[in-house]
């Protein structure tokens, strides 16, 4: 693992000296120039080969996608930096396994959403939001509305952090990162229906939760 990753994510934190590495091939060799332009399954293929320096790429790319969803499950910036290094972590160790079968940020976004569920404990948001807006007026018009107007409200995050988690997990993923449902099924290893049926059912707790 370079050094450049160590620092940025884990602190110093570096696998065992002796965990295999696979030397590149003289066909298959990338340049580091080439690195920062390559495309993810690029990326994935060099890192496999040995180039452990693709997977800094990676992170750069997808750290800021990575980080909000793991805030928008822990509501915090401390809690949501310890939940993405975390899922860089089982990224490295996993990415190897990787079969390209769904998108790497697909991927990644699969292993931040099975790691905050898998979280004992999640502390409730603070009160200020994370771009200091606050909701000040008390007569609030239609849930569906604030959702899509208003959804970087403290008020609306605080009320999709009391959701269940598979329907506050759907929430995230359709709302903030725009993901088709397919997506979200694949994600979740869930069926499209599903993923649909946890929307409903979120949305009428939101809506009960911003009326009371």
């Known amino acids: 693992m370079s050094a450049s990753f160590q620092t940025m994510v884990f602190g110093g934190w570096a696998p ?3 965990e295999p590495v696979t030397v590149p091939g003289p ?3 990338v340049s580091a120039d080439d690195l920062s332009s390559a495309d993810d399954a690029a990326l994935v293929e060099a ?3 040995g180039r452990r320096e693709a997977f800094d790429v990676i992170v750069v790319r997808h750290q800021r996608s990575v980080y909000r969803l793991c805030y928008r499950f822990t509501g915090n910036h401390e809690d949501a930096s310890d939940l993405a290094q975390d899922v860089f972590v089982r990224a490295f160790r996993g990415l190897r396994q990787f ?3 769904a998108a790497l940020g697909t991927w990644l976004h699969r292993i931040g959403v099975n790691a905050a569920l898998n979280r004992n404990a999640v502390r409730r948001p603070p ?3 994370l771009d200091g807006t606050e909701v000040r007026d008390s007569r609030l018009p239609d849930p569906l509305d604030q959702l899509d107007a208003g959804r970087r409200s403290a008020l ?4 999709i952090l009391q959701l269940p988690p598979k329907q506050r997990a759907t929430v995230i993923l359709r709302v903030y990162h725009d993901l088709p449902y397919d997506q979200i099924a694949s994600t979740l ?3 499209v229906g599903a993923a649909k049926a946890n929307i409903f059912h979120a949305l009428g707790t939101l809506r009960r939760l911003l009326r009371s």
């Open 16 to 18: 065992a000296r002796d």
């Open 27 to 29: 066909d298959a060799e």
């Open 47 to 49: 890192f496999r080969r």
């Open 99 to 101: 079969k390209g079968t």
């Open 127 to 129: 009160a200020a939001s």
């Open 156 to 159: 609306v995050r605080r009320a």
């Open 189 to 191: 290893g869930t069926s």
